[in-house]
């Protein structure tokens, strides 16, 4: 497609205007327009790092403060994080991106969104992390691709094998454990990393997290909140099945697992080599810290 068609093409699918990039005043809600942005503890970027926000999610602004944003993501979880990765809803009735319509889930652990509907006329314009749910545009250029609005506004396009197309409004299946258990596995070998929560590196809780939200289940951020949460059930070690979150910890609670089946679990660790890996329950270093296991529900 010449760049003057393309031009055209993408002129005339443009939505209506949505988020604006100026900030808000506080008890607004924004949606993340970057492929992965840290959260601080504080407004400034040299603060240790809590968490991070990922491509597509409405967030809750709390406050504002020297160009960074008091956010609460979906999760409810809390930290800074800087406004220029924001694109700020004017009011309360403005429409939520991928609240409506058809969107493309993200299927792949990144996906890239091109400039193009092609992978070679231009390097592409950011990645999409696993379970993004983008918004559709109502044609296709070519065989093989879909178009989308951006959180941004902007326009790009993705291959259609990185996505599967749903309705915004299908409600999630409710996974089984080997669905969890494969997602889990997509993630070996992706590096630890403190607050992390795409494949471009991962904490322990951020690791489960991404493999329950992926199959439309939402989990608290960190392990001892999760060892907490009243809607998990409580599981023996004798009873655990594929799909299980797996606690440890000296004293408090301070990792978590995936159980995966016949003694072994998948996590997000900085033990022996800091990747996600494998490891056997009954591992001495392991059994030592063992502090129970819950259910999601």
């Excluded at 209506?16 to 504080?42: F, I």
């Excluded at 319509?101 to 999409?128: E, F, I, W």
């Excluded at 291959?159 to 258990?181: C, H, M, W, Y």
Aim: hydrophobic residues 40%; neutral net charge.
């Amino acid at each position: 497609m010449s760049v003057m068609r393309q031009s055209t093409w993408v002129l005339g699918l443009l939505l209506a205007s949505g988020p604006g990039t100026a900030a808000q005043e506080p008890g607004r809600e924004a949606v993340v327009t970057v492929t992965v942005e840290n959260m601080y503890s504080g407004p400034d970027a040299s603060r240790d790092v809590v968490s991070q926000a990922t491509l597509g999610q409405v967030v809750k602004v709390l406050e504002s403060r020297g160009g960074f944003a008091s956010i609460e993501t979906p999760d409810r979880y809390p930290g800074w994080i800087p406004e220029a990765a924001l694109a700020f809803y004017p009011d309360s009735s403005s429409t939520r991106y991928a609240s409506k319509g058809r969107v493309g889930r993200v299927t792949s652990l990144m996906a890239n969104v091109y400039r193009d509907p092609s992978v070679t006329s231009a390097r592409p314009k950011l990645l999409a992390p696993l379970g993004t749910n983008l918004e559709l545009l109502p044609a296709s250029p070519r065989e093989g691709w879909h178009a989308l609005r951006l959180p941004s506004g902007e326009v790009g396009f993705m291959q259609a094998g990185d996505l599967r197309v749903a309705d915004a409004a299908e409600p999630p299946a409710k996974p089984v454990g080997t669905e969890l258990t494969a997602t889990a596995r997509r993630f070996l070998g992706v590096p630890y990393l403190w607050g992390g929560m795409t494949a471009h590196g991962l904490d322990c809780s951020g690791f489960v997290s991404r493999v329950y939200a992926f199959h439309g289940m939402t989990l608290l951020r960190d392990a001892d909140l999760q060892f907490e949460d009243p809607r998990a059930a409580t599981v023996e070690k004798a009873d655990l099945k594929a799909g299980d979150l797996l606690f440890f910890g000296s004293k408090n609670i301070t990792h978590v697992g995936l159980y995966q089946g016949e003694g072994r679990f998948i996590h997000a660790t900085t033990h022996d080599h800091p990747v996600v890996q494998e490891s056997q329950l009954d591992d001495a270093h392991w059994t030592g810290l063992f502090r129970g296991a819950r259910r999601p529900q």
